[in-house]
């Protein structure tokens, strides 16, 4: 299959799918800070290896990356992706404690880094249930993987199984935002990268195999 | 070339990509995770090559045109012909490298997760064949690096997060 000849239709499904997912998630995400969150309108971005990199701030930009795989018929991945500021400001709402730093050479608090974790663990787990029920293709978010490095370490990893069979990868990105407060506002980034034979299986569940 | 002194410029490699620079200029590429920089140079020419490598061999690959920057074998091969053409016998080249990290401990029955590693093997190993010899390298971990190498001091600069910065 090649990505270049994705009818819209398809396209408009991909983007239904992050949608789904995207709206199961900030509600789970507004459980998680009792705040109002929204999550905008995804984007398919079908970009070259290295303009991934540059969706987030180019590959040597510090990030917080958790990446999870997804087992199941439409295998892939999902990265949540955050500044240092974003999941110090995230951490500080759900454990309302002082002092969270994830600045890498610092003193990172183990207490932080899991409570990170379990946040990914419930956006990851929310959207891809939701995209599990409207596909009705079984999707399993793997155990979180966190790091806090370049970006273009970090990414590099969701894109080495797509890398064996193209040059580009098709991306549905999902940004995060509390809608309610700008200045310690929950932003974040919510990739989702499914593997080149996954596409396949969704529009033939989704009944839009053809052209 | 241009008779004129120009100013230092950064030429910048992207992700399976290669190319090549001569003094005052310096060559880039950053965000190495499990990817592998390679740098063939010669200090008295005061050139140098550089290379991202992505997998470890082209053989894996499902393409039907083959990218042949992604792959150690083939990109290797391209900045050989490439230095070669500009007047650098392949025995007057040296080698330095750097990447390969493992950045997330991930258990998998899929190899494709411990390809840091793959890659830098497949790197030394087209060395190897082509006699090149390695004069240092800095690989494995799981960090990140962005390279930086200057074609006239034949240093290649290092940089990471958590490590800080060092030349080898």
Redesign the interface.
């Known amino acids: 299959m090649n990505y270049q000849q994705f009818s819209s239709i398809q396209l408009d499904a991909l983007k239904e799918i992050g949608n789904i997912g995207a709206g199961n998630a900030a509600t789970s995400m507004s459980g998680l800070i009792q705040k109002k969150v929204d999550m905008e309108v995804p984007s398919i971005e079908i970009v070259a ?2 303009d991934v ?1 540059e969706m987030v701030g ?3 930009q ?1 990030i917080v990356g958790i ?1 999870f ?1 997804i087992h199941g018929k439409a295998p892939g991945m999902v990265y949540l992706l955050f500044t240092l500021e974003e999941a110090e400001s995230l951490v500080k709402q759900m454990t309302n404690m002082d002092g969270i730093s994830f600045t ?2 610092g003193e990172q608090n183990e207490l932080a880094l899991s409570a990170l974790q379990e946040a990914g663990n419930i956006l990851a787990g929310s959207y891809l249930s939701a995209l599990s029920d409207f596909t009705n293709i079984n999707m399993q978010p ?1 155990v979180p ?1 966190l ?8 990414l ?2 969701g ?3 797509i ?5 580009f990868a098709i991306i549905i990105n999902t940004k995060i935002n509390d809608t309610e407060d700008n200045n310690q506002g929950i932003n974040g980034q919510l990739l989702l990268l499914p593997s080149p034979e996954s596409f396949t299986k969704i529009f033939q569940a989704l009944g839009i195999q053809g052209k | 070339m241009n008779n004129y002194q120009h100013e230092q410029s950064i030429v910048k490699v ?4 290669l190319n090549v620079v001569n003094a005052p200029d310096i060559i880039r590429t ?6 592998v920089g390679v740098v063939l140079y010669n200090t008295h020419k005061e050139i140098a090559g550089m290379a991202h490598v ?2 470890p061999d082209s053989n ?4 039907a045109s083959l ?1 042949r920057y ?1 792959y150690a074998d083939t990109a290797i091969d391209i900045l050989v012909e490439m230095l070669n053409k500009k007047g650098i016998r392949t025995s007057l080249l040296k080698a330095k490298l750097a990447g390969g ?1 493992q ?4 258990n ?1 029955a ?1 190899d ?2 411990r ?1 840091g590693k793959r890659n830098v093997e497949a790197v030394l190993q087209k060395l190897e064949e082509y006699n090149i010899p390695v004069e240092s390298s800095d690989v494995g971990g ?5 390279i930086e190498f200057d074609p006239k001091t034949g240093q290649l600069k290092i940089r990471t ?2 490590k800080g910065e060092h030349f080898i």
Not at chain 1, 147 to 154: F, H, L, R, T
Not at chain 2, 103 to 106: A, D, E, G, K, T
Not at chain 2, 142 to 146: D, F, Q
């Open positions: 290896f290295d990199m180019g590959p040597d510090l990446l795989q890498p050479d793997s993987h790091s806090v490095d370049m970006a273009g370490a970090i590099t990893v894109l080495l199984q890398s064996e069979v193209y040059d | 992207g992700i399976a990509d950053s965000g190495l995770g499990s990817c992505m997998l894996l690959g499902k393409q990218n992604k990290a950045m997330f401990q991930i998998t899929n494709i997760m390809i799981n960090y990140g690096r962005t997060i958590t």
